[in-house]
Structure formats: C-alpha cells, structure tokens
C-alpha cells in the first residue's frame, strides 16, 4: 500500500509540475507575442504589417525614434517604415488619422476617396477557429430578434428558442415556461418548407448592436441551407439555393448599413463563400491553404479591394481579391491577385524558447487558440531528442550517483533503478517530485 501511495502521489505530483513550471517559466521569460497584423497597401501594392519582436532590431529601433523598439512595420520586401509612413501606406485603415493630418481625400486607381466614402466600404469580418461548432461551448438557447420592432432600436424578444430533434421549441425567458403555440407555428413552417430536423447548425448575429436583423440560418439534417426572419411575429423562411457540391458547415452572420454582404460560409470543404443580401446569392473565394479548425480568418473590405487574412500559430497568409462585383452569379468563384505568406516573429526560435525545450521534456495544457473549450492536452519538447532527453540522462545520472553515494545502492536496488527511471521520462518534474518525498521522509 505505500508503494502504491508513493506511485500515486508521483503521477499527481509530475503532472502538477508539468503544468506549473513551464506557466512560471512562461511567465517570467517567454510572455506570448500576439499575432501579426497584416494588410494589403493600396498606395504601394503589396502586403505591409506590423508585428511585436522578441530580443533587439537595430533598424526597428532606430524607425521608432526611441518608442516601442519591439514593434515592427515592414513590407513584403522587407523594407521597414516608421509608424507614420506605416499609415500612410494603409489609407483605408487609418482613415481618421489621416484625416486629420490633411491626407484625406486620397486618390487611387483613379478614384478620389475621402472619409465618408472610406467609411462606408470600410468592414471586417472574422471567423475564428474557437467560433466553430464543437471548438465552444454550445448555446442552446438563443433569441431570434424582430426585424420590425416598431422602433429604431432592436429589442430583445421575450422568448428564446434552441432546436431538438422535432422542431423549434420556444420558452419564455423570465418564467421558463414553455411558448407551445410559438414553437407549433415556427416548426410547422419550417417543416412546410422542405426543413429536416434535426438541425446540423445555427448562425445568427444574436446582438442588438447592429443596424437591422438580418435573421439567422440554418443547416438542416440533409445539408441544406434555410433562412428565417421573424417579421411582425410570424415567419419568413426561403430555402437558400446552393451551388453544386456546396455543403454548409458554419454561417457566420454580420449586419451591414451597406446592405451588399450579409456575411459568409463556411462549407464540408473548407471554402468560404460570401451571401449577398438582395438574393441570397453565395458567390465563393479562392483562398489557398485555408485550415478552419486551426486557423483564424478575418476578411476585410475597403472601397477597392477585399483582403482575407488567415493565421494560423505560426504562419499569417494574405489573399488580396478586387471586390466582387455586385452582378456576379450564384456560384462564381473570385480568384485573388496577390498572396503572401509570412511566418510570424511568434513562431521563431529564441534562446528562451530553447532553454524551455531543454528543461521541460513535455507540457501539460489545458487551452489552446484554436478553441474556447477546457482541453487537458500532453505536448512534447520540440528538442526532445536533442536537448530534453540528454538533459533528463543528466539529472537521472546525478540522482543516481548521489543516491550511491548516499545509500551505497545507486542503481542496484529496483527503487533506485525506478527512481532513475522517472527521472529519465520525466526530467526536472520527476527530480523535484523524488526531492519533496525524500524531505517528507
């Protein structure tokens, strides 16, 4: 029973230090770099961005005259901008900075573009892998929102909905009280329309910080794509006509004072398609290397191109397209102009980076980027066999030498050869655990 004891309490204790000491490492000497920034210049026609560095750069430092040496703006040819210059070359993103330093208007492509013009193409939507159905928590209850609330301001209803396996069941949000004529009215609706439950997917921007409500949509059990409105408390569905081959996987829902985009999709093969307000049209975008489940996407709109932008931990990508035009077909797919790939100052190695691969054999972790879920997950050194695995023979070769030293056995009994085992597989986790149970002892 003691040995069993001892056993446990190992195990507890190695994968507590697992996950404590490389947090404290971290903590101290590898703080998180957050992602780079990058955009499309439409004044120099390439890719520009800014991004925070870990260590010195002498040309950063001397374009930040004194401020914030560790931030970098820099183009695709490496060329480094002061921040400043950095704005210049991004009209359409510092609008109101330029503005205000009398660069406004602006002419490009042969167009003259001042504030208010910039402002209303100005839109960003994002789609981040965590957003995804089965990376988050799930919602089963959600508002569906009055598109005429006799007001101008949205209103919150006083019901909430979530979908089971026969329909639409709506409750009433103060007393919990089932809505059952609401839930008949809705479901049966649906049902009329061609919709199979169970449903595969809900979208829907669920907020009243936006201009109108554009309804939600729904993937149901065969794949296909519906979209529902509530108007003056009743219905309104049409069955979105796909193109071929289109299976949706997520809609992302995003309210517009333009009224051209109602948002996008994300389909069964990892393409992304736009859903035009007036139609319901999806007309699709040719990103290169696109992962959903561990990348983020963020697709930005200006007055003459749309860029998207996806990341994943280490690597950001820039797919610039001219904006689709408003009369394209139902299915057509935009080709990009220019790409660039960049790997971030996040993933490159410094000697911190190193050390901690060196000290730690594994990790343990309970969260990661690309999901808003509690992950328990084991990773391994990225040196493992050239730095962790000598540094664990080390300490397991020391222990056994002290414990010879001490005892006379070393390695000659089995607790001593189990001993330097642990510390073989686990490293410093293993060593600190036999040094509080000897000093318990």
């Known amino acids: 029973m003691r040995a069993f004891a001892s056993i446990c309490l190992s195990v507890l204790s190695v994968l507590v230090l697992s996950w404590a000491l490389p ?81 406004l208007p602006v002419t490009l492509r042969g167009k003259t573009l001042d504030r208010a013009a910039i402002e209303q193409a100005r839109r960003v939507l994002e789609l981040p892998a965590r957003h995804l159905d089965g990376h988050h928590p799930p919602q089963p209850c959600l508002p569906l929102l009055e598109s005429d609330p006799g007001q101008v301001a949205l209103l919150y209803p006083a019901d909430r909905f979530r979908l089971t396996e026969q329909g639409m069941l709506f409750t009433h949000a103060d007393t919990n009280e089932e809505e059952t004529a609401l839930s008949h009215l809705f479901s049966t609706a649906l049902a009329a329309q061609g919709f199979a439950f169970p449903a595969r997917h809900v979208g829907g921007n669920f907020s009243t910080f936006k201009p109108y409500e554009g309804g939600i949509f729904m993937v149901d059990a065969q794949g296909s794509l519906f979209h529902l409105l509530r108007r003056n408390g009743e219905p309104v569905i049409n069955k979105i006509v796909l193109p071929q081959g289109l299976v949706p996987r997520h809609v992302l829902v995003s309210e517009s004072k333009e009224r051209l985009w109602l948002g996008l999709v994300l389909d069964s093969q990892n393409r992304l398609w736009l859903i035009r307000q007036r139609d319901m049209a999806l007309i699709g975008l040719d990103v290169p290397d696109y ?9 930005i709109f200006d007055p003459l191109y749309l860029t998207v932008v996806t990341s994943d931990k280490a690597l950001v990508q820039t797919t610039v397209f001219d904006l689709p035009a408003a009369e394209r077909k139902s299915g057509d797919i935009c080709r990009p102009f220019h790409t660039f790939r960049h790997e971030m100052s996040r993933a490159r190695e410094s000697w911190q980076s190193r050390l901690a691969d060196t000290l730690f054999p594994f990790r343990l972790g309970f969260v990661q980027e690309e999901t808003a879920l509690l992950y328990p997950h084991l990773s391994l050194s990225r040196h493992w066999l050239l730095n962790a695995l000598p540094f664990c ?12 030293r001490q005892s006379g056995n070393g390695l000659a009994s089995w607790q001593g050869r189990a001993e330097a085992a642990l510390i073989l597989l686990t490293g410093l986790y293993g060593l600190v655990t036999l040094l509080l149970l000897k000093q318990k002892e």
């Open 23 to 103: 947090m404290l490492y971290d903590t101290a000497l590898l703080s998180p770099l957050a992602k780079t920034h990058i955009f499309y210049s439409p004044v120099l026609e390439q890719c520009i961005y800014t991004e925070q560095i870990r260590g010195y750069d002498q040309q950063a430092a001397a374009k930040s005259e004194g401020h914030h040496a560790d931030i970098v703006y820099k183009d695709e040819a490496g060329q480094y901008y002061d921040r400043l210059a950095f704005e210049a070359a991004l009209p359409f993103i510092y609008y109101r900075n330029m503005e205000m330093r009398g660069l």
């Open 291 to 299: 992962l959903p489940d561990a990348m983020d996407c963020k697709l």
């Open 393 to 404: 023979l080390l300490l397991a070769g020391l222990w056994s030498l002290l414990q010879y």
